[in-house]
């Protein structure tokens, strides 16, 4: 008989780290569902009706904790704070609204909701789960999770990408953005940059990185071209990262940075660049995400 946490584990995982944005976290987080599983009586757990609904509701219970600790350090984290990006299979990209999901763009727009309001969005957005069953989860009665979710879904509809861009545009956008890159041609790169792009860098105070997010094509493109002699002698390669086209800069001594984006009407809208190495310690191996 297949134990039910095994064959659900990589939707746990998935779920929390859609909460947190860290993949070592929800790791953590799926370990401490796993031990709660565990340490059920065997007729207690062989009386759970649904397995699916009442490990998730456990590891949103988790992950809302670790949720509250994050908060705290991430006031004393050192510069922008990007989440930690994920090597994904092509599956994941195919599976758009996944995709969606687990991208830098939605997980940063996710960075500016209350801990429950980010419970609430994606369990019932991207998961499905019925308002009965996140209720327990949040602590919260099912009339006081529908009102929570819409004002989520609002305030996501009002940061999120208006135009969902397929996996073949995204290729044909980043490889335009990599070869005015290589060269140093601003012009190349404003054409392929969205009028109110935005930059941002995470080095965490490990490595180096803006202090401060830039914006505007002309700004970004002539930052940019200031990075064409510090990346002449790296390998720019392009990968699947969180279910979108990404790409990894790879130096002698390994990855130096992973730069994810968001694109709008054919155009990089956001660029993601993540420099700092401890974030850059699960791109060997794709993720198993499900929903």
């Known amino acids: 008989m297949n134990d039910p946490f095994l064959d659900h584990r990589n939707l746990l995982f998935t779920v929390a ?6 993949a070592a976290d929800a790791e953590d987080v799926v370990q401490e569902t796993w031990l709660r599983w565990a340490g059920l009586d ?10 699916r609904a009442y490990l998730v509701q456990t590891v949103t219970r988790q992950a809302l904790n670790r949720l509250r600790t994050l908060a705290r350090r991430r006031e004393d984290y ?27 763009a939605m997980l940063t727009v996710l960075e500016t909701l209350g801990p429950v309001e980010r419970a609430v969005f994606v369990l019932r957005e991207v998961f499905d789960v019925p308002y009965e069953e996140i209720a327990p989860a949040v602590g919260k009665s099912p009339a ?5 979710a819409h004002r989520a879904r609002a305030h996501v509809a009002a940061r999120r990408p208006r135009v969902a861009v397929s996996r073949r545009e995204q290729q044909q956008v980043v490889e ?13 790169l404003m054409d392929v940059l969205a009028p109110d792009v935005v930059m941002v860098s995470d080095g965490g105070g490990i490595a180096p990185a ?8 002309e700004t970004v493109a002539t930052l940019l071209k ?15 990262v969180n279910g979108t086209v990404a790409v990894r800069i790879e130096r002698a001594g390994g990855l130096d940075t992973v730069v994810s984006f968001a694109f709008e009407s054919g155009r ?3 660029i993601f660049a993540v420099r700092n190495p401890q974030k850059l310690e699960r791109l060997e191996e794709p993720a198993e995400l499900r929903r």
């Open 17 to 22: 780290y859609e909460m947190l944005g860290s």
């Open 42 to 51: 065997d007729a207690v757990r062989a009386g759970v009706r649904d397995p």
């Open 78 to 104: 050192v510069g922008e704070w990007l989440p930690e990006p994920l090597l994904t299979s092509p599956d994941v990209a195919e599976d758009v609204e996944l995709a969606e999901s687990v991208s830098f």
């Open 144 to 148: 006081a999770v529908r009102q929570i």
């Open 176 to 188: 335009r953005f990599l070869a005015a890159l290589r060269t140093g041609d601003v012009l190349g």
């Open 210 to 217: 803006l202090k401060q997010p830039v914006s505007g094509a």
């Open 226 to 240: 200031n990075f064409t002699r510090v990346v002449s002698d790296a390998d720019l390669v392009t990968a699947l």
């Open 268 to 270: 990089i809208a956001r």
